[in-house]
């Protein structure tokens, strides 16, 4: 099973910016030719998981974009072995735990999870 680690959170102003790093504790590079997909999640306090932007392989090297919200750009790195999320004109309403997670072949992992907290 992988193993996620978030980091990178913190408090921000309104109007920010903000970088979140997920660390895999398995290759991310190996990932090229297996079905895999990782996404970004958040909760506020008192609502619902929400999905925040996601990446999906195509099975071989390749890999797409296949959600996102406005303000949030997520990628990959593979010299650092992390998927990453930009936020970006950061409001208030931001402010929520974020989640990375890997579904690799079937197989779910989740990181523990990053605050991000938005306030002036």
């Known amino acids: 099973q992988v193993q996620l680690m978030e980091s990178g959170g913190g408090s921000v102003q309104p109007g920010g910016s903000l970088r979140l790093s997920c660390e895999s504790s398995?290759?991310?590079?190996?990932?090229?030719?297996?079905?895999?997909?990782m996404a970004w999640y958040r909760q506020a306090p008192g609502k619902q998981l929400e999905l925040v932007a996601a990446?999906?392989?195509?099975?071989?090297?390749?890999y797409a974009v296949v959600s996102k919200k406005d303000r949030f750009t997520i990628s990959r790195d593979d010299a650092a072995n992390t998927f990453d999320l930009q936020i970006t004109s950061l409001k208030p309403e931001d402010t929520a735990v974020y989640y990375c997670?890997?579904?690799?072949?079937?197989?779910?992992?989740w990181g523990q999870g990053a605050q991000v907290t938005v306030s002036s």
């Open positions: 997670y890997l579904d690799l072949q079937g197989k779910i992992s």
């Open positions: 398995g290759s991310i590079f190996s990932l090229n030719g297996m079905a895999w997909r």
């Open positions: 990446l999906q392989g195509d099975g071989g090297s390749g």
